[in-house]
């Protein structure tokens, strides 16, 4: 590789693992601020919730790469405009396409990293997350036991636990029951504790009071008790985990899309194979991104107010892959046969890009060119 291949691809790595970090933790924080509600406001521990974040960082960075191969690409791009070192390179012989080699290396590292998400790391990570919402989803006592906060398991339900202490006991129960409409119950009790039976799940109740109020007659009638028992397994209807979904599965497998699949997924064929092609042409995207970016700020030559005008038309031709990708998908998966469809946005991209580097050689061929007047 040439000197100034592997200087100009050590600039866009560098700024590629800027864009990038930034970029994720911009989204991971996000989808942070999302899982700590459902997570650690639910009773969940601090544990689980990093192990989900952790298993969502594959999602968030699959979608930060293209854009950060895109950023780095007009950065770097930009600099070495305004700092005169692509004049020094051209003026060296260099055409477009030769200073858009590192460039394609570049994009070419990206798809690599993107194929590894999107064909392994997701597949993996979103079956894991898959597997530990149901498991959280059946932990009793993450959904229900909760310190100092009023929750609604089910509708007309109302329950609350000021304190449970290491001992497992629950301290200062209150639990209302308006299910029936005809009679509404109250229960208060000192303390309780949590039985799990064969048959469903028990709430003990230790020195406690029962209310009991008869809405046709509005009488209130009450009844102190040592110990009660309340079957509270009502409260916790999960449903079980029925197969897999169509992002958990391998690319290998979505291909095959037979009718066991269809069936595990609840998706057609059309809807298998065009994730499947969805995914090689995500990783193909990264090309693109970098292409494109380089190439729109090749057009045009120096200019004191700066590329501002290149940039804001790169960005407007990403605009238009992504929403011909988007198009296309739709094709692919209304028409499973038509499956190259998937692909087209790729091509379009790359057509974009050589057409403007062709562009940015010949800068004459969209100039009206001054007309010569020849007198006599």
Not at 258 to 269: C, H, K, R
Request: proline share 2%.
């Amino acid at each position: 590789m040439a000197r100034f291949d592997r200087y100009m691809l050590s600039q866009l790595m560098v700024l590629f693992g800027f864009f990038s970090l930034v970029l994720v933790m911009v989204y991971w924080i996000n989808r942070a601020v999302v899982l700590f509600d459902q997570l650690i406001a639910n009773g969940q521990s601090a544990s689980v919730f990093l192990e989900f974040t952790a298993l969502s960082l594959p999602a968030v960075i699959k979608l930060a790469l293209p854009l950060s191969a895109f950023a780095a690409s007009i950065y770097v791009t930009n600099r070495m405009t305004s700092e005169s070192e692509m004049v020094a390179v051209q003026a060296t012989g260099y055409s477009s396409f030769r200073i858009a080699r590192p460039v394609l290396y570049f994009g070419l590292i990206v798809m690599v990293l993107m194929s590894a998400l999107t064909h392994f790391l997701m597949p993996l990570s979103t079956a894991r997350l898959d597997e530990r919402r149901v498991e959280i989803s059946q932990n009793m006592t993450a959904r229900l036991l909760t310190e100092g906060k009023f929750i609604d398991p089910i509708d007309g339900v109302t329950f609350y636990i000021r304190e449970i202490s290491t001992e497992g006991e629950l301290r200062d129960i209150f639990l209302s029951d308006n299910r029936n409409a005809d009679s509404q119950v109250t229960y208060t009790a000192d303390t309780a504790y949590l039985v799990k039976t064969d048959d469903a799940a028990q709430l003990v109740m230790i020195n406690g009071l029962a209310q009991t109020l008869n809405t046709r007659t509005n009488r209130l009638f009450t009844t102190t008790f040592k110990d009660f028992a309340y079957n509270i397994g009502g409260f916790l209807q999960v449903t079980a985990r029925e197969g897999r979904r169509a992002a958990e599965l391998s690319t290998t497998e979505l291909l095959r899309a037979d009718a066991a699949l269809q069936a595990e997924t609840g998706e057609s064929y059309g809807q298998l194979i065009a994730r499947a092609h969805d995914r090689f042409a995500q990783s193909f995207m990264s090309v693109v991104a970098a292409l494109l970016g380089f190439a729109t700020l090749m057009v045009g030559g120096f200019s004191r107010f700066g590329v501002w005008r290149q940039i804001v038309a790169a960005i407007f031709l990403i605009i238009v892959i992504k929403a011909t990708e988007t198009l296309c998908l739709n094709i692919t998966r209304e028409n499973p046969s038509f499956w190259i469809a998937a692909y087209f946005p790729t091509a379009l991209g790359l057509a974009m890009a050589w057409g403007l580097l062709f562009w940015s050689t010949r800068p004459y061929l969209f100039k009206r060119q001054p007309k010569l007047e020849v007198t006599a």
